[in-house]
């Protein structure tokens, strides 16, 4: 792995906390005893989560140096799962 292979990995690593961190903020609340639902919340927690699924996927599975046929499933599966888990809250 030459080195800025490395850096590469170190700062999607950095970007995948970063974004864990802002997640866990968004929806930790300690106004109510119980934790309550807001749309607005809960779209930008599945949208970090796609965020996080494709750096996962295109950087720690190699999925980036793969056939294209391959990236655009996975990118196409991925807006696939957003868009139903958006769908299930919202209905």
């Known amino acids: 792995m030459n080195p800025t292979a490395a850096a590469r990995i ?4 950095a970007t995948l906390c970063v974004i864990t961190l802002l997640s866990w903020l968004l929806g930790h609340t300690d106004h109510t005893p119980r934790p ?5 919340i ?3 927690v599945l949208t970090m989560a796609v965020i996080k699924g494709r750096l ?5 599975m190699e999925v ?3 056939p294209r046929w391959l990236r655009l499933f996975i990118d ?3 807006l696939a799962f957003w ?3 958006l769908a299930i809250y919202l209905y």
Not at 10 to 13: A, G, I, P, S
Not at 36 to 40: E, H, I, K, Q
């Open 83 to 85: 868009a139903a888990a």
């Open 42 to 44: 809960t779209v930008a």
């Open 56 to 60: 996962v996927v295109q950087y720690f």
């Open 76 to 78: 196409i599966w991925l």
């Open 10 to 13: 170190t700062y999607v690593w």
């Open 36 to 40: 309550t639902a807001d749309t607005t």
């Open 64 to 66: 980036r140096t793969g």
